[in-house]
């Protein structure tokens, strides 16, 4: 599968800001999803982008593939306590291929 | 309710002991994965079943093996755990394989201690 990069590893929120999740790849993505664990829960099929430049929302996040398709990005508006996760991109050909994950802790 | 069952949902054995996990499913998908996940650490696939066809990861080791009785059930046996081998395990599946099919649906995983 396609490696894929992500970034931040770790990202400490003050409740109400936002902020965002890259994903990174060296290559030309098929398309790209995006999962979320919760604290000792599985993962969560969040979206799929597939086309160039795409952008999806779902309430306060907003789900973006770049233009060469070589990177994603998600973007949380207004961060909650129920945001609290590990936010996984997966680059996708016949099998799925993970990032190291953004792992979100929030300050209420 | 609850489309992709993992039993038992936790595990200890011993160094060693052989152990089973399942995974049974409700979705009458053709697609059946195994994950491990470290503490940490994204998951990280062991194989897969395509319907019948069993797919192994070029660096899961022997020690894991996996059985696909029938469309619903998938076994991953793991016939000498190490304490290498303590991680949450996951089940998957899929409607298909490919890039448009492949939204992965995870069962609540078994997290195995081996002492």
């Known amino acids: 599968g396609q490696q894929v990069m992500q970034i931040p590893q770790y990202q400490h929120v003050q409740e109400g800001e936002d902020f965002t999740t890259y994903c990174n790849s060296s290559?030309?993505?098929?398309?790209i999803q995006w999962y979320k664990q919760r604290p000792g829960g599985h993962p969560v099929f969040l979206i799929q982008?597939?086309?160039?430049?795409e952008v999806k929302k779902q309430k306060r996040l907003t789900f973006q593939f770049g233009e060469a398709k070589k990177n994603s990005s998600l973007h949380i508006t207004a961060t909650q306590t129920t945001d609290v996760g590990t936010y996984f991109c997966a680059s996708n050909d016949y099998k799925l291929s993970f990032g190291a994950g953004t792992t979100v802790t929030v300050r209420a | 309710d609850a489309m992709v069952i993992q039993n038992p949902r936790y595990q200890v054995t011993q160094f060693g002991k052989p152990v089973t996990l399942s995974c049974s499913q409700t979705?009458?998908?053709?697609?059946m994965y195994w994950y491990q996940q470290k503490s940490s650490q994204a998951p990280k696939l062991l194989f897969h079943y395509y319907d019948k066809d069993f797919n192994n990861e070029a660096d899961t080791p022997d020690n894991f093996q996996s059985r696909r009785p029938n469309t619903s059930f998938c076994f991953l046996d793991i016939r000498s755990p190490g304490l290498g081998d303590t991680a949450m395990y996951l089940c998957?599946?899929?409607?298909?394989?490919?890039?448009?099919?492949?939204?992965?649906?995870f069962g609540a995983g078994t997290r195995l201690s081996v002492l």
């Open positions: 979705l009458n998908h053709n697609v």
């Open positions: 290559t030309t993505l098929s398309n």
């Open positions: 982008l597939v086309k160039s430049g």
């Open positions: 998957a599946t899929s409607r298909e394989q490919g890039a448009r099919g492949n939204i992965q649906y």
